[in-house]
């Protein structure tokens, strides 16, 4: 049997992650000392699953951890794709 997760987390954690994108741009999300150009700073993807933990209803129970790292893995994958979107866009 599969496990269940709780889409309310990546959605409530996507929306965040749109406005911070919106706000701050993509720039904000990639690490500006690397060496590796485009490479992603891994403590924002986290900020925004806490974020998203956090904003829960009081009433309902943490997120169980399958659930966090699903969400993780989610925000993660979408922040990959508009960085090879933008890199398209610049001709790497």
């Not at 943490?62 to 398209?88: F, G, N, S, T, Y």
């Amino acid at each position: 049997m599969g496990d269940v997760i709780d889409l309310t987390l990546v959605s409530d954690a996507r929306r965040y992650f749109q406005k911070l994108l919106e706000t701050r741009g993509l720039n904000y999300f990639l690490r500006k000392d690397g060496g590796r150009l485009f490479q992603i700073e891994q403590s924002k993807v986290e900020m925004i699953v806490r974020t998203a933990a956090r904003s829960r209803p009081a009433h309902l129970p943490r997120p169980p951890q399958h659930a966090v790292d699903h969400c993780r893995k989610e925000i993660r994958r979408e922040l990959i794709r508009r960085v090879v979107e933008a890199m398209l866009q610049t001709g790497l």
